[in-house]
Each structure stands twice: as structure tokens, then as C-alpha cells.
């Protein structure tokens, strides 16, 4: 089944302890996008990427880093997580880079820092 | 900057009627609008993409509009059933910006049995 994986589906942690939250995609999708979403403020990107060792911020990427080693796997790197990224966090990729197919999400992540 | 507004941001209809979901967006260079649903807590699943040709796209009893020019998108959905209970989030993707998504805050449905 062609889909988009994010692991953890709930994950509670420290402040201060770092934590990656894995995102897989089984189609061959060259585009990958990390997106935040919160109450009354909606999804955010946080990072994307165009292909393989290529990736630059969205609008929100202050606290965050993401790596593109593989084509098929785009992790979101928390190196020292604050209270303020507690948040229901979505991968999201598409077939190529400008989104004319279309996106598809994963399921979330839902984070939270203590 | 991209903004996409959502009208309403909540409604109730009772089971069986006719539900129309409004999206309006600033920039009309855009490439496409997709339609997403999510249920509470839960991921995105696509509905439509429109592409910025096409004036509408049909799947079942759902059938989404799209006028660039006035930059607006409606989502219809025919007789209304419980199991549409859901948030409908509209999104586009402009020609330029950071390659991203600019989402609206989201029509949260309630279908009333």
C-alpha cells in the first residue's frame, strides 16, 4: 500500500532531551515536507525537501533540524525540546517538487514535551 | 504571502442535507487546491485535488469547485451522513513561496443522526 510512515504515534518526553520522529514513503516521492499543526493557528511547514541531500526551512524551523540521506526517508530532529513544540506533528510528500499530483500525509505524531 | 480562509469554521446539519464548504485564498497564482479531511487527533486524508485548469473534480458525493479568478474553492458534499463528522481543511500550493502548502484553519462538521 503506497503510504506515507511516521513513527512514533505518541511520544512524551523531557525538556532538553533529544528525539527524532521518523518519516518513511513507499512511492518514490521526491518532495518531502515536515508541517506542525496547533490550536487556532492551523499546519505550519517546518522543513522540506526537494530530493536527496537537498532540503531548506519552512516557516516555522527554529528548534528543529532534518536530514535527506535516502529518498525515502526524511527524519525531524528535536535536539533540545522546549514546551512549545508540544504538537500533533505531519510528513507529508508528493511525487515531484512543485505538488502538481497532489500531497499525501501521514498519520501524525503526536508530541508532547514536559 | 498565501492566506486561505475557511467559512465557517463549524457547522451542524442534521443528517441527509446537502453540505457546503466555503475556501477563499489571496493569491490566484496557484498550481492546485486539495481537499483534506481529518478526524479528530488523526492524519489528513486527500478527498480532491483540483489543478489550477480545472474548474471542478467529482468522487462520490463529494464535488469541488474551483475559481481561480475570484479565488474561491467549494466543497460539496450530497446527503450529509453521520460518518462525514469530520474537520474539511482546504490547501494550496503557490507558483513561488517555500515550496509549501498554505492550509485554512479548517470547516469542523458535525452530521446530526
Known amino acids: 500500500e503506497a503510504q506515507v510512515t511516521q513513527n512514533p504515534r505518541y511520544l512524551i518526553t523531557v525538556t532538553g532531551k533529544k528525539l527524532t520522529v521518523t518519516c518513511s514513503q513507499n512511492m518514490n516521492h521526491e518532495y518531502m515536507s515536515w508541517y506542525r499543526q496547533d490550536p487556532g493557528l492551523g499546519l505550519r511547514q517546518i522543513y522540506y525537501?526537494?530530493?536527496?541531500?537537498?532540503?531548506d526551512k519552512g516557516d516555522v524551523p527554529e528548534g528543529y533540524k532534518v536530514s535527506r540521506k535516502e529518498k525515502r526517508n526524511f527524519p525531524l530532529i528535536l535536539e533540545s525540546p522546549s514546551p512549545n513544540q508540544t504538537s500533533l506533528y505531519f510528513c507529508?510528500?508528493?511525487?515531484?517538487?512543485?505538488?502538481?499530483?497532489?500531497?499525501?500525509f501521514g498519520s501524525g505524531t503526536r508530541l508532547t514535551v514536559v | 504571502k498565501q492566506e486561505v480562509t475557511q467559512i465557517p469554521a463549524a457547522l451542524s446539519v442534521p443528517e441527509g442535507e446537502n453540505l457546503v464548504l466555503n475556501c477563499s485564498f489571496t493569491?490566484?497564482?496557484?498550481?492546485?487546491l486539495q481537499w483534506f479531511r481529518q478526524d479528530p487527533g488523526k492524519g489528513l486524508t486527500s478527498l480532491l485535488l483540483i489543478q489550477s485548469s480545472q474548474r471542478e473534480q467529482t468522487s462520490g458525493r463529494l464535488n469541488a469547485s474551483l475559481d481561480k479568478s475570484s479565488g474561491r474553492s467549494t466543497l460539496y458534499i450530497a446527503a450529509s451522513q453521520p460518518g462525514d463528522s469530520a474537520t474539511y481543511l482546504c490547501a494550496v500550493r503557490t507558483f513561488y513561496g517555500n515550496n509549501r502548502l498554505a492550509f485554512g484553519k479548517g470547516n469542523q462538521v458535525v452530521v446530526i443522526p
Open positions: 525537501s526537494m530530493n536527496v541531500e537537498v532540503t
Open positions: 507529508a510528500s508528493s511525487p515531484n517538487r512543485d505538488g502538481s499530483y497532489g500531497y499525501t
Open positions: 493569491d490566484s497564482a496557484i498550481y492546485n
